[in-house]
């Protein structure tokens, strides 16, 4: 299953293991993890919480996925989300690519972030001192994700 | 069915994340009224309830869409049996 949506934390190493285990063709294994901060927009944040669209956001990724192999001479990938209440330090995203060679893997691994901070359907709602508020959209994501047309 | 009789087109319409709460509805069925055939027409039908809806659904508010789980825009045609969701700009990753 190349995408994941669960509340459960994950074993990074595991994950890479599990994904590149007996492939010899591979020679790059490119990674990124997303994790929860203790500040955002000025404010200190306690606690986030991840809602999504059951169904569609798995959809979503699988269709970024296809698209980054499509388009990067990758041998695979795996895209894991975690949605539920989460605190600073917490792990909540996971993307990894394998190729081989570099640039490929490490591109494949951009273009899906970028893709899913833009495309996937997540919102994230964060504790403050001041009560809880909605995360807004960010214009750099979009800019971020449009490099890529 | 008798003849000249139509089926009623319904619809499941989905609401997310601060949509969700302000509106304080997260699914509703909703049986498409006359003219109403794509998103751009349904926002404005809903909108049409006053209150929240005329607020959230208001045109320049960043309201995204998406028919039977695909993101759309306001020129998607919609029918009976679709699953609609509106909701803000997303904030994963």
């Not at chain 1, 059951?54 to 001479?73: C, F, H, N």
């Not at chain 1, 403050?128 to 959209?137: F, I, K, L, Y």
Request: charged share 25%; proline share 4%; net charge negative.
């Amino acid at each position: 299953m190349a995408v994941r949506v669960q509340t459960a934390d994950f074993d990074v190493g595991a994950e890479i293991a599990r994904l590149r285990a007996g492939d010899a063709r591979i020679g790059a294994v490119a990674s990124f993890i997303g994790v929860v901060r203790d500040l955002n927009d000025g404010d200190a944040v306690s606690e986030l919480t991840l809602e999504h669209y059951p169904g569609m956001t798995e959809k979503a990724l699988e269709e970024i996925v296809a698209q980054a192999r499509s388009r990067w001479d990758i041998y695979d990938a795996l895209v894991i989300h975690r949605v539920g209440t989460l605190k600073p330090t917490d792990q909540i995203v996971l993307v990894i690519t394998t190729s081989a060679h570099r640039g490929e893997a490490f591109k494949a691994c951009e273009f899906l972030m970028d893709y899913l901070k833009t495309g996937a359907p997540f919102w994230k709602r964060e504790q403050t001192p001041a009560g809880s508020r909605w995360v807004d959209a960010r214009e750099s994501d979009d800019a971020a994700a449009r490099r890529w047309s | 069915m008798k003849p000249g009789e139509t089926q009623a087109a319904v619809v499941r319409i989905l609401y997310f994340a601060r949509l969700r709460e302000a509106l304080d509805r997260s699914e509703e069925e909703l049986v498409l009224p006359e003219g109403v055939g794509d998103v751009g027409s349904l926002l404005t039908f809903l909108r049409e309830r006053g209150g929240a809806w005329a607020n959230e659904l208001a045109p320049g508010k960043a309201v995204r869409a998406a028919v039977n789980q695909d993101m759309s825009d306001a020129q998607a045609t919609i029918k009976g049996g679709d699953e609609i969701a509106f909701f803000p700009p997303v904030t994963g990753g």
